[in-house]
């Protein structure tokens, strides 16, 4: 307030103090829910999960879905195009069954199973072993030991099919010149030699998965235990069988069930080396179900022989995930 002239102004500690400010109007937003934010943060990982379950579906479910379908049709490259296919039934299953042909792809494919598995698990968890000690060169030899897994099967085919031939093959060259053959064998052209050539070949590029898994398993066996079992008076084979086996047996059942899985598929290996011959002698159910669907036009009785091997994968799937599970279990229970 102004003062007149003459007037003594107003300085009292009531007028001197500043004119408090109006109070503002504070908006307070009203909290969400926690059922709200919790379904956004579930609609949000189904969002997240979308292209996943696209790809499966798009790569894997249609085509699976196809295949049985065509294995209970009676297709021609004429129909195959238009979905038109008159309905087989059960006739495909007849024929592939009724096939010797078929039947010997199906029994060939568990023999080489078995056998590469066999071979892989021996020389794997040999060289696993011996990378476990210590000596010049280790790390050199483990990086070494990646090599033929990181080639295509395709080539790896190939590549032993030169090693392989009759003539000028470096198998025959060596076991001529140790003395072990004295003329050239004919590895290729034999029914039984080309059986056992696929199955060496396939081994060879198998070995070093098991050597990278099992080597990985060793360097978790505790040192103590093993020097316990050495105070004890255990020997080198007693402290593997009954300290270092028992304590990554996990692991070895997983690695022959993954194993498995990956041999009973070999495809492109047996087409670069021997391409199913000769005679057949080499025929695989994945190799004999390509013959008949695009070499011999049988699409039905091709998807049927296919559906063999789906038949594995359900077997070998739900096997595969209590194997893991049975395993973890044993896992922490030996942690705590």
Not at 32 to 56: D, H, K, N, T
Not at 225 to 242: I, T, V
Not at 261 to 282: E, Q, R
């Amino acid at each position: 307030m102004m003062s007149l002239p003459g007037e003594v102004p107003d300085v009292s500690p009531a007028a001197r103090e500043p004119r408090a400010a109006p109070d503002r109007v504070t908006r307070v937003r009203p909290r969400r829910s926690g059922a709200g934010i919790e379904r956004r943060q579930r609609l949000a990982g189904w969002l997240f999960l979308v292209p996943a379950i696209a790809y499966v579906l798009f790569a894997f479910a249609v085509p699976t879905l196809y295949n049985i379908v065509l294995s209970f049709e009676k297709s021609s490259p004429a129909v195959i195009g238009n979905f038109t296919a008159p309905f087989a039934g059960v006739g495909n299953y007849r024929q592939v069954f009724a096939d010797p042909t078929s039947t010997s792809a199906i029994l060939r494919t568990l023999t080489f199973t078995a056998g590469s598995l066999l071979g892989q698990f021996v020389i794997g968890f040999a060289i696993a072993l011996l990378f476990n000690l210590r000596f010049p060169g280790r790390s050199f030899g483990r990086a070494l030991i990646i090599v033929p897994w990181l080639l295509p099967l395709i080539v790896t085919g190939v590549i032993f099919k030169f090693l392989f031939q009759l003539e000028g093959g470096a198998v025959n060259q060596v076991l001529m010149a140790v003395g072990l053959a004295s003329h050239p064998i004919d590895w290729l052209d034999n029914p039984h030699l080309g059986f056992l050539s696929i199955l060496i070949a396939n081994i060879w590029l198998g070995v070093p998965f098991f050597v990278v898994l099992l080597y990985s398993a060793l360097q978790d066996v505790p040192v103590q235990l093993k020097e316990a079992a050495h105070l004890d008076g255990a020997g080198p084979w007693q402290r593997l069988r009954y300290v270092v086996v028992p304590i990554i047996l996990p692991v070895i059942e997983v690695v022959l069930l993954l194993g498995f899985v990956f041999t009973v598929k070999v495809f492109d290996l047996v087409i670069g080396l021997t391409d199913g011959g000769p005679a057949n002698s080499t025929q695989l159910i994945t190799t004999w179900s390509y013959n008949l669907s695009f070499q011999q036009f049988s699409f039905g009785a091709g998807a049927a022989l296919n559906n063999v091997l789906l038949m594995l994968a359900l077997v070998c799937a739900p096997l595969y995930l209590f194997v893991s599970r049975h395993s973890l279990q044993r896992s922490v229970g030996s942690d705590r």
